[in-house]
């Protein structure tokens, strides 16, 4: 009995590991896209649409709050008012904070054309049937750019032995030696 128990719970866990491995294996793009492409393309364009759809959301938001600062900032100036410096809610903090919004917008409106981007693409990968290949050396993308390798500066120590923008002679040795230089 004792046996026959034993053996069952290793036809389980083997069953389980083997259940694991499948799940995994249909995550990579290499073998979904080519054991199950249109589900593989559903989820790859749903995850380009939420994403778009949150960033969208993110840029709105910000934007908003961006509007709310400087109507409480024309509301100060109109009525004159000085709040102590000590105050939660300043002239000077309400400044700084509409320039931070309008910082953050320009940057979430950036992050929204690159999601409608990496969304075309993931449609374009679709309308293709584009299958990743099983090779070392993938082939790119429809729709995607590839750039050379940048060449790397060789590192010169630096026979100057007072400090730097880094600060100090330790920061400049430090930086060398990290970068395969002598210190």
Known sequence: M???????????????????????????PEVASRL?????????????????IMKERHFD??????IALEIR??????RGDTPPADALTTKDRLE????????KDMRNADYIELAREALERAKLMAAQGW???LS???????????????????VTPSTNDSTDSKGSKAAQDTTATSQGGKP
């Open 73 to 78: 900032l024309n509301e100060l100036r109109q």
């Open 36 to 52: 199950d492409p249109e589900r593989f393309y559903r989820n790859m364009i749903g995850d380009g649409e939420n994403s778009l």
């Open 136 to 154: 070392v050396c993938a082939q790119a993308a429809p729709g995607a750019t590839v750039s050379p390798a940048l060449p790397v500066a060789p």
């Open 2 to 28: 004792a046996n026959n128990l034993t053996r069952l719970v290793k036809i389980g866990l083997l069953a389980a590991l083997a259940l694991t491995f499948w799940k995994g294996l249909m995550k990579t």
């Open 61 to 66: 938001f910000n934007h908003m709050t961006g």
């Open 96 to 103: 700084r904070a509409i320039g931070k919004a309008e910082a």
């Open 131 to 133: 299958r990743m290949p």
